[in-house]
């Protein structure tokens, strides 16, 4: 309700700017122990335990899916805290999870400014970030500080803007062998439209190769440090065709990943005229705009992977009947970004209860017997 209010106000200022001022009140922690008590929100129907799913991967998996339980499915998206900074403040806003990144082996500043724009008719943004954060060994200090876990955290990992694509392999290894104690999942990001030729990793043979090698460095590293390996997830793109979308899944299956994020940005700015009216330039869009088109892709990604995967719905999401879709749909989990934007703080306590309702009405006890029920 306040924040309805101050909206207006807030959107008098340019994204970036109000991003890191309102972020940085939360340093404050008498401001988080009042948040959380009005925003945390929690309900048995809620609760997610990924095993069921991992377990069918692989049978060391009651190791492997340790950390895999979330309080409720709601995470924070990646690109929202690129660099760890708010690791010990997001889950006084009632977050289930976070996804830090993406993070690149060394820092850099990413796109020049302004390269974050809303479009407020659709209640949508549109990104050229370009993967802007600290780099892994600043993060990785961060993590360490912050060793306290409340919430699961997940970290997502990409390429240098420098990086030949013929080396990126070596890129994803470097950041995955730096953090690997530190994440509960990682994922690796292959989407991104604003760093140029990343999204060609997503081709089905590069992509082996890289999945291989990171399978490979994520086995080594359990062994060594005598931990279970991380649970890695592939997040694609939803301008991807049909044939494109089943390579994925083949290729991640092969290779026993653990799930799929679905979907970063999209570049298609054909949805409701915005090319016409946006003299933005490029980048990726997200919000409403991208939501039917997520499920979609949600919904066949779960439907060729039938159940040997694990799926993570993000786009679009910015009501309880949102992430309900993508949950039916075929997602375990759900991330939002945009959403909290224009909804404001009270975002994911809002979905929270209205998915609880949603399972009431379904007669479902748990939020695991709806994933998938309307594909
Ligand atoms: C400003 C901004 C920066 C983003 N940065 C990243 C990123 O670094 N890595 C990534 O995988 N996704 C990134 N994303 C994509 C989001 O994680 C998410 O996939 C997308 O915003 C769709 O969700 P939404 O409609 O709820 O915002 C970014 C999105 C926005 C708006």
Redesign the pocket.
């Known amino acids: 309700m306040v924040y309805q209010w101050l909206r207006p106000l807030l959107f008098l200022f340019p994204p970036e700017f109000i991003h890191e001022r309102t972020f940085s009140l939360l340093k404050n922690p008498v401001l988080r122990f009042f948040l959380s008590k009005m925003y945390r929100y929690s309900h048995p129907s809620l609760r997610v335990t990924l095993s069921g799913i991992i377990d069918l991967q692989d049978p060391r998996a009651k190791l492997k899916s340790r950390g895999m339980e979330f309080e409720n499915p709601i995470g924070l ?4 805290d ?1 660099s760890g900074e708010l690791l010990d403040r997001v889950h006084c806003l009632g977050f289930g999870f976070t ?1 830090i ?2 993070v690149t082996p060394q820092p850099q500043e990413g796109n020049p400014k302004p390269r ?1 724009f809303r479009l407020r008719r659709e209640r949508a ?1 549109l ?1 050229r ?1 370009g ?1 802007n ?1 600290d780099g892994m060994r600043e993060v990785k200090k961060r993590l360490a500080e912050k060793s306290q876990r409340r919430i699961p955290i997940g970290i ?1 990992i ?1 390429k240098n803007r420098e990086t030949p694509i013929e080396e990126a392999k070596e890129d994803y290894r470097q950041v995955l062998r730096e953090l690997f104690e530190y994440g509960d999942y990682f ?1 690796i ?1 292959v ?2 439209p604003n760093t140029p030729n990343l999204r060609t990793l997503q081709r089905k043979e590069i992509l082996g190769s890289l999945l291989g090698g990171l399978k490979e460095e994520n086995e080594r590293l359990a062994k060594e440090m005598g931990l279970p390996p991380k649970p890695l997830f592939v ?1 694609v793109s939803p301008d991807l065709s049909r044939g494109e979308l089943d390579d994925i899944v083949e290729v991640t299956l092969k290779y026993g990943i653990t799930g799929l ?1 679905a ?3 999209t570049s298609n700015h054909s949805y409701q005229e915005i090319s016409e009216r946006s003299p933005l330039g490029k980048g ?1 869009l ?2 409403p705009p ?2 039917e088109r ?1 499920t979609e892709v949600i919904r066949y990604l779960y439907r060729k992977a039938q159940g040997r995967m694990v799926i993570i719905g ?4 910015a009501t309880g009947e949102d992430a309900y879709e993508k949950i039916q749909a075929g997602a375990s989990l759900i ?5 909290l934007i224009y909804e404001g703080p009270s975002i994911v306590k809002k979905i929270n209860r209205e998915l609880k309702r949603l399972l009431e009405r379904d007669g479902y006890s748990n939020i695991c017997e709806a994933i998938g029920s309307k594909t």
């Not at 998206?77 to 929202?80: D, I, K, L, Q, V």
């Open positions: 998206a990646a690109g929202f690129k996804e990144g993406t974050l943004l990104n970030m993967f954060n997502n990409g994922a990001n989407s991104s997040k994020i979907t970063n940005s990726g997200t919000g991208l939501r997520a993000v786009g679009g999401s991330q939002i970004y945009t959403g």
